[in-house]
């Protein structure tokens, strides 16, 4: 069974450009959650999408980030404007149901690089 | 607000040089405490979900146990190969469906 699919790896933008981040779950899974990578630093939660509803976005910065997760297609996450503050990893996860001690599963990740 | 504080940051050993790593933390109704391990450049790959206190659950040379405070990962007789960084993360009742990290330990193990 194929992981989750990320892509692009690598990204580089330039201030004030987009940024389009996708993600594909592992088969089967309905749940996806995006993540915040900074150099030397954890990962923090940035939102948590069932298909077609954004279920918890409290850890998304409230301007410039939106996420969405359509019903046919990957999971996108979208910087407007990118700053370069937002250069990070981005990582995504997806389980089979939520809650519960449901195990997440990870992507390789998006390496986004704003010059 | 769940927390996870991991315990040492960096940790270096000799290759066969067993040791522990801890993971404190604090969340109101545990659901699941979950270990992962991170190489440079990739994304974090699952190792174990423990559920209960005094539950261990065990894969090659690591061993994780919990208590109703902290996890330890246990490795025994390191190699050079597991020398990664460790991300201990819960996830909790009040916290949503959201699973709170650590910032992990990072470990290095010497041939």
């Known amino acids: 069974n194929a992981g989750v699919m990320q892509n692009p790896r690598h990204l580089v933008r330039r201030r004030g450009q987009e940024a389009r981040l996708r993600c594909s779950p592992v088969?089967?899974?309905?749940?996806v959650y995006w993540y915040r990578q900074l150099p030397e630093e954890g990962l923090k939660f940035m939102v948590y999408?069932?298909?077609?509803?954004?279920?918890?976005e409290s850890g998304m910065p409230k301007e410039r980030f939106s996420a969405e997760f359509p019903k046919e297609g990957p999971s996108i996450l979208r910087i407007q404007q990118v700053v370069r503050g937002d250069s990070a990893a981005y990582f995504c996860?997806?389980?089979?149901?939520?809650?519960?001690?449901?195990?997440?599963?990870f992507g390789e990740g998006s390496w986004l690089t704003v010059v | 607000e769940d927390q996870v504080t991991q315990s040492p940051e960096a940790l270096r050993l000799q290759e066969g040089e067993s040791s522990s790593l801890n993971c404190s933390y604090t969340?109101?109704?545990?659901?699941?405490l979950f270990w992962y391990r991170q190489d440079p450049g990739k994304g974090p790959e699952f190792l174990f979900t423990l559920y209960s206190a005094g539950e261990e659950k065990e894969k090659e040379r690591l061993k994780a146990t919990l208590t109703k405070k902290e996890s330890f990962l246990h490795i025994t007789a390191p190699k050079p190969e597991d020398s990664a960084t460790y991300l201990c993360a819960v996830q909790g009742n009040t916290g949503g469906f959201k699973t709170i990290f650590g910032a992990g330990t990072r470990l290095f193990v010497k041939a």
């Open positions: 999408l069932q298909k077609e509803n954004i279920i918890d």
């Open positions: 088969k089967g899974h309905s749940h």
């Open positions: 996860a997806s389980s089979p149901m939520a809650g519960d001690g449901n195990t997440i599963y």
């Open positions: 969340v109101s109704g545990l659901r699941g």
